[in-house]
């Protein structure tokens, strides 16, 4: 064939040049290949000039494809009309979903209909099904359906997604007439009405941001499909598609002024930017900003810095930009509701004062410059909301003029004293949280009222263990809040909940929630400087000096309680002494309390279980106990050990054990056996210890859970690596330890104890036992023991390793050494250290592990073999070697990322 006229594409080749002796495999990927590399260089280039040609990139790939699929349908000689006397059949090739907008990264799908009049005869079929392959044989993401007309109306009628793909469909070649009679019908009122196809992309909407968590602040965000993603715009533009009739008349139609439709591109390229940008750095489809992937991408898009300083300055780009389709989109949104669907006549605004109204629910202005005239009626507007409680929202036009003011206020709205007093009113109602302050985030009024706030918004959080921004794990911890007042939060939360009904001034709590992480990200200890801040705060807001104390030393101490309930020995008392030493009232633990199980929630969808529950009300239980009862009525050790050994003893005759039986049994344990364990724990020990032969191991695993973990129980002789040949074989079955208790009786046997829990939280399922308690057994029985080889870290942690640190808490205690440990959290990382403390000739007597995120906070109690406390030189030589020995495991990372 002779070659077509030159294209006028800014890349140098087109498709329709390619001669029929070229449609090869190997060709055309060299030429796909060369293309992509090509577009990858302009990319890189036009960053570096700061040319914005992310448009013209998107829309040449897209060209490019059209013009391949052009010349492979000639090159099959597809016909677009089979001609018949009956029946003439047209065929086209079209267009749909996001390659018919014209819009394709990389990695984007490339979905195509062809389209006929009637089912097609086999001779038609071979050569389309001959393109289609070849599609295929180049690795090109292809998404086909070859239909013809009737049953592809069918299915757009069936399906919203089919309906919707067909509304942005483009004709690439083929009979034009029959694509014209596609577009005709698929506008027609008899498939998915306007309002019908509003009402479903709305709901679609909703359930889409449901899946994210209802957020734009995800620190690892879905740029397509995360609340504020591509995904938003393109809604809105599939409704007014439909609506309009093919062509999107946003701008024609008034729904947005010039300025907001310029935001909304603007957005839209950024978006493109960052999606092109992470589609050239990554090898398989995917559209998630994860964290190994970020700081990549940052650099790519000329984001400068040292460290993770590029990553922060994209990031706080993007939420800012996500925040802002947000916006537009709910005005859009609430626009084309009153354009398609028809109000109800019954509805009609009715002024509720002479500065607001109320349309369909929704609060609205009467002046649209009352804000800029009067910033105090932004504060105004929202307790209005909260004085009516039919209000469900805000209208469009009142978003609008927001947007407007908090972009021209000269000073923060906190510097009036109307405006503080409207705030304290707000703060104080009890419906404050969820109508007022999580609004007023939404809409950018927090940072437009609280000093510092601005500087949190949008803050990256560079850990596995928070979820969200600062800012959002802010919102989320008052949302917690707010649920403990909630029929499902005193089911999921009943102590916390019960103590929360008995605050004197809940709202309280707002304030510390706002202020207990503001600030992050200055340098130096948050805490210490949030509760500067919020002293001030208090100050400037009329609070007495009760209450601002009250509030200062919860954002001091917010971590206090869970850092003590989780990396601390609970049944010691000298640790409740301590604990409560620093909390000094009933007072401030009940709003810790309170403050610290909604920090946790908030943290992450996953870190809250059972485990977590019953460690904060086991602390916050004895530390009330302790300043009911008073410092000289809490329990000596020994006097704790008689009274479980007493209590066992009585359940134990109850059950038809003999009392002579049990104390021969309880002869070979010490008392650290009956203080270190509870009363149904002795008890469960002994109804399945008496019967068994004690010269042999026994694994047990309790069918109940244990204070919300599962509870494991090795009885084996001890020996060296016992400790962690246990750890090594639950690290194979992936389970994470929570808790070890270590007891060894007199006879030289360990009855040791592990909570552990699934990988998502929750405890072992019941089926799983038989194969956990057989394979210990294996374990415990082979006398050599054997370290399952290292994985390699995970890419998505690599980013985060962290250097090991380890402390030794000498204050803690006289008899026995405390040793915390932070360290990248890794599988067989407990195995590991394990062995250093076998090697050393080191007993350990109790372990709590805590994992945060990507990193372990880890305490381990420990003696030497003359069962004391380590000397000072001892203690140096167990640092540097549990340090050398997992700095050994990083070794085989490195090799293994070589």
């Known amino acids: 064939m002779n070659r077509p006229n030159q294209s006028t594409l800014i890349y140098p080749i087109s498709p329709l ?6 449609i090869t495999i190997d060709f055309l990927r060299g030429q796909l290949d060369r293309f992509q590399a090509w577009s990858f260089e302009y990319f890189k280039q036009s960053l570096i000039k700061k040319q914005n040609s992310i448009e013209t990139l998107i829309a040449l790939r897209s060209l490019f494809i059209d013009q391949l699929l052009t010349r492979l349908w000639i090159y099959f000689q597809i016909p677009n009309l089979i001609p018949s006397p009956v029946k003439p059949n047209r065929i086209s090739l079209i267009a749909v979903g996001g390659f018919g907008r014209a819009e394709l990264h990389p990695l984007s799908d490339i979905d195509i209909l062809i389209l006929s009049d009637h089912p097609l005869p086999k001779k038609v079929e071979k050569p389309i099904g001959d393109l289609i392959r070849i599609l295929w044989d180049l690795h090109l993401d292809i998404g086909q359906s070859v239909r013809d007309i009737n049953s592809c109306l069918e299915e757009a009628k069936d399906d919203i997604t089919v309906m919707t793909n067909l509304i942005e469909s483009r004709l690439i070649t083929g009979n034009s007439a029959l694509f014209e009679t596609l577009k005709t019908e698929i506008f027609s009122d008899k498939i998915w009405p306007s309002a019908t196809f509003y009402r479903a992309k709305i709901d679609e909407q909703q359930k889409r941001h449901k899946q994210y968590h209802s957020t734009s602040y995800n620190l690892e965000p879905d740029l397509k499909n995360s609340p504020g993603g591509l995904r938003d715009i393109q809604t809105i533009k599939w409704i007014a598609i439909r609506h309009f009739g093919g062509t999107s008349l946003i701008a024609k139609m008034n729904y947005l002024t010039a300025e907001e439709i310029a935001e909304l591109q603007t957005c839209e390229q950024f978006l493109w930017r960052i999606r092109f940008a992470l589609h050239s750095v990554i090898n398989r489809y995917d559209n998630r900003l994860l964290f190994d992937r970020q700081l990549s991408i940052a ?4 984001y400068q810095g040292e460290g993770n300083a590029p990553v922060e300055k994209m990031m706080r780009d993007y939420y ?14 609430q626009l084309f509701e009153e354009s398609i669907l028809a109000l109800n006549p019954q509805n009609s605004p009715y002024y509720i004062d002479e500065h607001f109204l109320v349309r369909e629910n929704l609060i609205d202005i009467k002046q649209d410059d009352l804000f800029l005239q009067n910033p105090v009626m932004i504060l105004q507007l929202f307790y209005t909301i909260l004085q009516h409680p039919q209000i469900i929202g805000i209208y469009s036009n009142t978003i609008r003029q927001l947007r407007i003011a908090r972009r021209q206020l000269p000073e923060l709205l906190s510097k009036n004293s109307e405006a503080r007093k409207l705030l304290m009113a707000i703060i104080k109602h009890p419906d404050a949280i969820k109508k007022a302050i999580l609004p007023m985030h939404k809409h950018g009024i927090l940072a437009a009222y609280i000093p510092g706030w601005k500087h949190i918004v949008g803050m990256m959080q560079f850990d596995l263990f928070h979820a969200y921004t600062v800012d959002e794990h802010t919102i989320r911890l008052l949302l917690e809040l707010d649920d403990l007042r909630s029929d499902e939060g005193r089911v999921r939360h009943p102590k916390s909940s019960s103590v929360y009904a008995k605050l004197d001034r809940p709202e309280l709590l707002i304030i510390t929630g706002l202020f207990h992480d503001i600030a992050k990200g200055r340098g130096g200890d948050h805490s210490e400087l949030g509760a500067e801040l919020v002293t001030t705060f208090c100050r400037l807001h009329g609070l007495d000096d009760r209450d601002s104390d009250l509030i200062s030393w919860l954002v001091r101490c917010h971590l206090l309680m869970s850092v003590t309930a989780q990396s601390r020995d609970l049944q010691d008392p000298a640790i409740i ?15 810790l309390l309170c403050l610290t199980v909604a920090d946790v929630c908030a943290t992450n969808e996953t870190l809250w279980n059972s485990w977590k529950q019953s460690l904060l009300r086991e602390l916050y239980r004895q530390t009330e106990r302790y300043f009911d009862s008073g410092i000289h009525q809490i329990p000596q050790q020994r006097n704790i050990a008689r ?9 134990l005759i109850q059950k038809g054990y003999s009392e002579k039986q049990v104390r021969h049994f309880w002869l070979n344990y010490r008392f650290d056996y009956f203080l270190r364990y509870t009363t149904e724990q002795i008890v469960w020990h002994a109804e399945n210890l008496l019967g068994h032969d004690l010269t042999k191991i026994l694994v047990l695993i309790n069918p109940a859970p244990f204070h919300g973990g599962t509870e494991i129980v090795i009885y084996s002789p001890d020996k060296r690596y016992l400790f962690t040949a246990v750890c090594n074989e639950l690290t194979n079955r992936n389970l994470t330890i929570h808790d070890a208790l270590i007891i060894t009786n007199k006879r030289g046997f360990a009855l040791d104890t592990f909570i552990v ?4 939280g929750q405890t072992v399922s019941s089926d799983r036992h038989q194969a956990i308690k057989e394979g210990l057994e294996r374990a415990l029985q082979n006398p050599n023991y054997k370290r399952s080889a290292i994985k390699p870290l995970k890419a998505r942690l690599r980013p985060f390793a962290k250097p ?10 006289d008899q026995q050494t405390y040793m915390s440990l932070i360290a990248t959290d890794r599988p067989g990382l407990l195995a590991c250290v394990g062995e250093v403390f076998a090697k050393l000739d080191l007993s350990l007597r109790s372990a709590k592990i805590a994992t945060i995120g990507e990193h372990v906070e880890d305490l381990f109690i420990l003696v030497d073999n003359n069962n004391s406390a380590l000397d000072d030189n001892s203690c140096q030589i167990l640092r540097e070697a549990v340090i050398i020995a997992i700095d050994n495991m990083e070794d085989v990372d490195a090799l293994a990322n070589r």
């Open 17 to 22: 040049e390619f001669l029929d002796h070229e």
């Open 299 to 302: 650099k790519l898009l000329n």
């Open 320 to 333: 800012r930009v996500a925040h802002s389709i947000t916006e537009l989109n709910q005005m859009l949104t």
């Open 577 to 591: 002494r301590e604990f409560a030493a620093k909390i000094k009232s009933k007072r401030r633990l009940r709003y």
């Open 643 to 651: 009274e479980h050994r007493a209590a066992a003893l009585a359940m």
């Open 757 to 760: 829990l699934e990988p998502d």
């Open 804 to 813: 090991t640190e380890i402390d030794f808490l000498s204050n803690l205690s």
